[in-house]
């Protein structure tokens, strides 16, 4: 018997097949599967095109379980959808339901073999949640770009442009951030009306696109005082993002997860300095989270955890 783990995210979709300790027997991957930003039906399609391709070496009646990590997994509490996911899977030869979970949990449990903790989430949006028992039953923030996602990518962007705009404003000299971020919206910064054309180009595109500014600050944290601070402020709000979601004497690990929170970031160093007395811990690999609570279905609980394989 095997089991795979799904990790279904909104540009790609990977599977892996393990065995019992967590040995990798075949992976696949195919195009996005968040339900929210492509057509349900083709979501559905990409998971199982990813696990028809790991496991394409192996009997799939000895497929045991199977868990779906997925960014837009509340869509599947439309009926509608949740058979046309089931239509697909059953069409495509598989005789085991999908366990489907949100892509927060499987981070989660990519990290850290605990059952309880908190996972903050800080990509284009922002969010933490409440893991208990390896489910996510609460959550702190996540309430969008209009109303929140607070030190977010699209936070920190818009920052950015703002410090911009400001120094600008004042006719401050241009350092390192504010370049930057002329030149990424296309506006010379000799131009007179550069305080308005910059306007007209964030303006001119949907906004979530202000998160392509936010790598901008992460470039220039180190040397330019306004990237700094965008940084140290984002960093203060993912932090009351994520302690909102525990109990206030809680140890347990809080994982970090995002492009936000990637390696080099600054935001993550901020963190990881103004929570040194607790156990914070990064994201390893969705997929690899999602095939563990797989095969914590399938196996049982002794199965080794991801970090203490190979």
Request: proline share 5%; aromatic share 4%.
């Amino acid at each position: 018997m095997y089991v795979v783990g799904v990790d279904a995210g909104g540009t790609s979709t990977r599977a892996c097949a393990v065995d019992a300790g967590m040995r990798v027997l075949g992976t696949g991957r195919a195009g996005g599967a968040n339900p929210n930003s492509h057509p349900p039906e083709k979501a559905a399609s990409a998971i199982a095109e990813a696990v028809a391709a790991a496991t394409v070496d192996l009997d799939r009646a000895e497929l045991g379980d199977c868990v779906v990590g997925m960014a837009g997994s509340s869509k599947l509490t439309d009926p509608a959808v949740a058979s046309l996911f089931e239509r697909t899977w059953r069409e495509s030869g598989f005789d085991v339901t999908p366990h489907v979970v949100s892509d927060a949990e499987t981070a989660f449990a990519s990290a850290t073999d605990a059952p309880d903790g908190t996972v903050l989430v800080a990509g284009t949006g922002s969010i933490a949640g409440r893991i208990r028992d390896r489910r996510m039953v609460s959550v702190s923030g996540g309430y969008g770009w209009l109303l929140g996602d607070e030190g977010s990518g699209f936070w920190i962007g818009r920052a950015a442009v703002r410090a911009t705009l400001d120094a600008l404003t004042r006719n401050d000299p241009l350092d390192e951030l504010t370049r930057s971020v002329l030149a990424e919206a296309g506006v010379d910064p000799a131009e007179p009306r550069a305080f308005h054309l910059l306007i007209t180009a964030v303006n001119g595109e949907p906004p979530v696109q202000l998160a392509r500014f936010a790598p901008l600050v992460s470039a220039a944290a180190e040397s330019d005082p306004a990237a700094a601070r965008i940084a140290d402020d984002a960093a203060d709000h993912l932090i009351d993002i994520a302690l909102a979601a525990r109990d206030s004497e809680e140890t347990t690990p809080i994982v970090l997860v995002g492009s936000v929170l990637g390696a080099g970031s600054p935001v993550r160093l901020r963190i990881h300095d103004r929570l040194r007395d607790r156990e914070v811990r990064e994201s390893k690999d969705g997929v690899l989270g999602a095939a563990w609570l797989a095969a914590l279905r399938g196996f049982g609980q002794r199965v080794p955890h991801p970090n203490r394989v190979g």
